[in-house]
């Protein structure tokens, strides 16, 4: 069995730490629970662990099987104290967002062996994936390091995580653009086709919503020049090569923002850089993302007891 704790008995500073991470804290314990649900569904034990003969308490650590950046280590501990509830001791966390080596402890827990070990796999999972999407952002910021080019993340993330990998971007030092189809406007190169131009298509976006922001993708130098001298602020430059954006760069000069996107890959980030252009956009860092290497062990043998 495990202790199933609720929202109202996690701990105040453990709600806090999600709010003041950006994340909804409430939502983030029903996605653990919802996580739990598929481990153990309709009240289900852990058949294996429950088979095991007394096996008292324990120490685990989680460390790091390869150098990179942690994130989800907070989403961890929920996932951890819904398994253990009040009998779990957080003795060791390191925050999210932390630069790691091989062989560092980020996060040692103790009790109940059989709830820790049911709760194992669950709380890994969301620890090592969100290390992933940091780790691999952390990667883009050392690559445009020493520019003002910064690395941003898409919509392009996995139906109910989106929150948590935008979060994980920002352990690694990325910048999340908009959350949804409703916070900022995007026209791309449908809406320029069903709009008959891509000044039209900026255009009757102003007009429907002239308070919010408004990015325009465009497919060469013609059409950047004209939507912004339309107006427009952000442009997404889609697909163009480094001599084209550098161009852009020069034909725009402070008058809008540019990001790159299409085409875009690690090796090629110092030149992109190199443009002058002020974002890159990775879909890859939610979309495709390496999950990283945590493990958990016990440091020393269970002690008898509960």
């Known amino acids: 069995m495990i202790a199933r704790l609720s929202f109202a008995a ?20 029903e996605h653990v629970v919802a996580a739990f649900e598929e481990d153990l569904p309709d009240g289900a034990v852990d058949v294996t662990s429950a088979a095991m003969p007394p096996m008292g308490t324990a120490v685990a650590d989680v460390a790091a099987r390869e150098a990179g950046v942690v994130a989800g280590l907070v989403v961890a501990e929920v996932a951890f104290r819904y398994a253990l509830g009040e009998q779990l001791v957080v ?16 996060m040692t827990v103790s009790g109940p062996v059989a709830g820790v070990l049911t709760g194992e796999r669950t709380a890994l999972n969301f620890a090592s994936h969100l290390s992933g999407v ?3 952002t952390a990667a883009w910021v050392d690559a445009l390091a020493g520019s003002r080019t910064r690395v941003l993340d898409t ?25 949804s189809l409703a916070d900022r406007a995007m026209v791309k190169d449908n809406h320029v086709v069903a709009a008959g131009g891509v000044v039209e298509a900026y255009e009757a976006v102003r007009v429907a919503h002239p308070d919010l922001r408004i990015e325009v993708e465009v497919t060469d130098l013609d059409q950047l020049v004209a939507v912004v001298e339309a107006g427009c602020t952000e442009v997404l430059l889609d ?14 000069g402070a008058r809008a923002t540019l990001e790159a996107s299409g085409g875009i890959t690690l090796e090629r980030a110092p030149r992109i850089a190199a443009t002058g252009v002020d974002f890159v956009s990775v879909g890859a860092l939610t979309h495709s993302v390496t999950v990283f290497d945590l493990g958990l062990d016990f440091r020393e043998p269970a002690r008898p007891g509960a």
């Open 134 to 136: 940091a780790s691999a």
């Open 155 to 179: 919509r392009k993330t996995l139906p109910g995580w989106r929150a948590l990998q935008k979060y994980a971007v920002r352990c690694g030092g990325g910048v999340n653009h908009r959350f």
């Open 91 to 106: 003795e060791h966390r390191v925050p999210d967002g932390t630069r790691v080596a091989p062989g560092d402890v980020v």
């Open 10 to 29: 996690l701990p105040r500073p453990l709600v806090d730490e999600l709010a003041a991470a950006g994340l909804d804290a409430r939502a983030v314990y």
């Open 239 to 252: 697909n163009m090569s480094d001599e084209e954006m550098t161009r852009a760069v020069e034909l725009v």
